[in-house]
C-alpha cells in the first residue's frame, strides 16, 4: 500500500475545489453541497464550510444516501443505509454541487441523481470528487477534481478522513489479481 495524498494536499484539493465551485456559480448564492456517504459527507461538509469562509456567505451542506438506488445491489453486497439529510429550503431552484471521495464506474453518480429526482428539482447538480481513478462505465464526468489519479482495475483507492478515520490520507493497494 502506498500513500499518494497526504492531509495537506487534501487540504489543499479541497480549499481548490471550494474556489472553483465559487467562480463556477459566479458566488455563493443559491448553492447547497452534498455528501454521498461516508466520506464523501465528510469532505461536502468541509468544502461548503471553505466555500462559506471565503465568500462570507453560508452554504449549506448535508448527505444524500443513494443506497437504495444503486443498479448493482443484487451483484454486490449492500451497506447499511445512511440518513439523507437535506438542508432546509430543499433543492428546488438551487446549484446542488454532488460531493463523493472518489469517481470510478460512475454508478453512484447515477445513483444520486435518481435520488435527488426524488427529492427535488434543482436549478443545476455539480460533481465534486476527490478523486477521480478513471474506469468510467458511464458517460459521467466530474466538474471539479482534487486530484486525477489513474490507476489500474485491481488496485483499490482508500480515502481516509479524519472524521471516520482518524487521519487524512489517500492510498492505492493491490487486491486479488
Known amino acids: 500500500m502506498r500513500t499518494v495524498l497526504h492531509a495537506a494536499d487534501i487540504s489543499r484539493a479541497l480549499t481548490r475545489i471550494a474556489h472553483e465551485v465559487l467562480e463556477s456559480n459566479k458566488g455563493a448564492d443559491r448553492l447547497v453541497v452534498l455528501g454521498i456517504p461516508t466520506r464523501g459527507v465528510a469532505l461536502a461538509d468541509r468544502v461548503a464550510e471553505l466555500i462559506s469562509s471565503i465568500s462570507g456567505t453560508r452554504v449549506p451542506s ?3 444516501d ?7 445491489l443484487a451483484r454486490h453486497p449492500t451497506r447499511t443505509p445512511a440518513p439523507t439529510s437535506i438542508p432546509e429550503g430543499g433543492i428546488d ?23 435527488l429526482g426524488d427529492i427535488g428539482r434543482p436549478r443545476a ?11 468510467r462505465e458511464l458517460p459521467i464526468r ?12 485491481h488496485e483499490r483507492i482508500n480515502v481516509r478522513v479524519v472524521e471516520y478515520d482518524g487521519e487524512d490520507a489517500v492510498t492505492i493497494e493491490e487486491v486479488g489479481r
Open 66 to 72: 443513494v443506497t437504495m438506488y444503486r443498479d448493482d
Open 125 to 135: 447538480v455539480r460533481l465534486a470528487t476527490l478523486v477521480d481513478r478513471g474506469h
Open 93 to 115: 431552484g438551487v446549484t446542488v454541487v454532488l460531493v463523493d471521495d472518489v469517481l470510478f464506474s460512475g454508478r453512484t453518480i447515477r445513483a444520486a441523481l435518481d435520488a
Open 62 to 64: 448535508g448527505a444524500l
Open 142 to 153: 466530474p466538474d471539479f477534481v482534487g486530484k486525477n489519479l489513474p490507476s489500474a482495475s
